[in-house]
Nanobody, 118 residues
Framework: QVQLVESGGAMVQAGGSLKLSCTAF????????VAWFRQAPGQQRELVAS???????VYAEFVKGRFAISRGDAKNLAFLQMNSLKPEDTAVYYC????????????WGRGTQVTVSS
């Protein structure tokens, strides 16, 4: 079992930056892919960025050039550096992890709120 805990969410002004962290507890060595999703009020959850072990990051079009996903060590599983934030980036951001050989994401955190004011 793996538990994921997000941190770093806050309220910032448009144009500002935030760095989100995803801390993992449990058997993290079986994790292959890590991703960040977000969900705004009244909207569906959407993929922001993902990265596989030893792979290249993949970004949604709406964050390309502004956000960067990175992997850390076993416990500090992943980070999301967010620059040039826009009000439309306001959402709850979730960390997700998928096991090797799994077709999807097996573990999810509870999310961290990011609010961008204009």
């Amino acid at each position: 079992q793996v538990q994921l805990v997000e941190s770093g969410g806050a309220m910032v002004q448009a144009g500002g930056s935030l760095k989100l962290s995803c801390t993992a507890f449990g058997n993290v060595f079986s994790i292959n892919v890590v991703a960040w999703f977000r969900q705004a009020p009244g909207q569906q959850r959407e993929l922001v960025a993902s990265i596989e072990s030893g792979g290249y990051p993949v970004y949604a079009e709406f964050v390309k050039g502004r956000f960067a996903i990175s992997r850390g060590d076993a416990k500090n599983l992943a980070f999301l550096q967010m620059n040039s934030l826009k009000p439309e980036d306001t959402a709850v951001y979730y960390c997700a992890a998928g096991l090797s050989g799994s077709p999807g994401y097996d573990y999810w955190g509870r999310g961290t709120q990011v609010t961008v004011s204009s």
